[in-house]
């Protein structure tokens, strides 16, 4: 008997033939696409999902109370709770909507930065993406506290036993990425979680590389904070997640004014609104909430340790390949990493001038 939520096993043929991108020629042969870190394509579904809120639902949400604005209020909302089933958070009201990684870690800094003071301390690590690198720089000059950055080995791995020294009672937020975007290294985020909370510092973990090739649980987890861009996991550009425990949340001050956060407003006061809404100021992304719930389903659906096996033969495959050319070296050789194929070619400048 066939389970209702059973996945399908791995077929790359199959897989590729959802993608209409896939199926056209560039420079007289079959697209390869091997960008998928910087952002992946979209499989049909997700396609039609878009193209059907523009040409059957587009509403705005949360206000109006004719048909075409309940059933996208029903939509997007339905999407939170795809997205929060797939995460396995406690409640939906966890799951914010952003425009992407990059919003969803300044919205922590400048909301959770609130309510840091002078001398608190932040650790993020040597292989951040500058998104995770930079809102930490400029709360840190506002509110005068100190970043310390876990340095990584020649492999590319994290030093741990640094990480433990630079944790202290000052340390009031850790903030590390679950997969490297440029080393594919998969970072021992239980751990680091773990330590961090014996210090009561909060975790923000970076799962743009990760959320589309490891199961997350965030509540198993127990991760503060967790984020995410759709553009990443085969939805649109634009619509991103930021996860985050209901009582930190709760705690932390509204980020954005304006629209939907807000319960009531006079010219002397205004109640905000409770969560997930207290952090969605204005009219938001709608068709992109909408389509990353589709993605989301989509995934869902997929033989994740069946394409991990398939995603691990290919890295293989192109890491000997490329060994075999002069002047080539791998950049990140971890132990646990994904897929990610880094290299620099020596002399490459000259490579170029004698192509020319
Ligand atoms: C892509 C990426 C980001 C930034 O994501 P945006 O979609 O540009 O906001 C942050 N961290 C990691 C690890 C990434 O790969």
Redesign the pocket.
């Given at each position: 008997m066939i389970k209702e939520n059973s996945v399908i096993p791995f077929d790359v043929n199959a897989c590729r033939a959802v993608f209409p991108a896939l199926q056209q020629e560039v420079y007289g042969k079959k697209l390869i696409y091997f960008d998928n870190?910087?952002?992946s394509q979209k499989p049909q579904v997700v396609i039609d999902s878009i193209e059907n809120y523009y040409s059957k639902e587009n509403s705005n949400i949360h206000r109006g109370v004719h048909h075409l604005s309940q059933m996208a209020t029903d939509k997007y909302e339905g999407a939170r709770q795809s997205i929060q089933k797939y995460m396995n958070a406690y409640s939906s009201d966890e799951i914010i909507f952003t425009?992407?990684?990059?919003?969803?870690?300044n919205l922590i800094a400048s909301s959770f930065g609130e309510l840091l003071i002078e001398g608190d301390e932040i650790i993020i690590s040597a292989m951040?993406?500058?998104?995770?690198i930079v809102p930490w720089q400029m709360l840190c000059e506002r509110k005068k506290c100190l970043l310390k950055v876990i340095p990584i080995n020649e492999k590319g791995e994290l030093k741990m036993d640094v990480f433990e020294k630079l944790l202290s009672d000052k340390t009031k937020l850790v903030s590390v990425?679950?997969?490297?975007?440029t080393l594919g290294t998969i970072n021992p985020i239980e751990k680091i979680i773990r330590l961090s909370h014996e210090h009561n510092a909060k975790v923000v973990i970076?799962?743009?590389?990760s959320i589309q090739h490891i199961a997350v649980d965030v509540q198993n987890l127990d991760c503060d904070f967790y984020?995410?861009?759709?553009?990443?996991v085969f939805g649109p550009?634009g619509v991103?997640i930021m996860y985050g425990k209901k009582d930190i949340l709760n705690a932390m001050p509204p980020y954005q004014g304006g629209g939907d956060m807000i319960k009531t407003v006079t010219f002397e006061k205004t109640t905000y609104n409770e969560l997930p809404h207290k952090f969605e100021a204005g009219t938001p992304n709608i068709s992109g909430g909408i389509c990353l719930g589709t993605a989301i389903e989509y995934l869902s659906k997929l033989d994740i340790v069946g394409i991990q096996k398939h995603e691990n033969h290919l890295a293989k495959y192109a890491e000997i390949q490329l060994l075999n050319i002069e002047g080539v070296r791998l950049i990140g050789t971890a132990k646990d990493k994904t897929s990610v194929v880094s290299f620099i070619v020596k002399n490459y400048i000259h490579l170029i001038l004698e192509l020319y």
């Open positions: 870190g910087a952002t425009s992407g990684t990059t919003a969803a870690i951040e993406h500058h998104s995770n990425t679950h997969i490297s975007n970076d799962g743009a590389q984020v995410f861009s759709g553009h990443k550009t991103g």
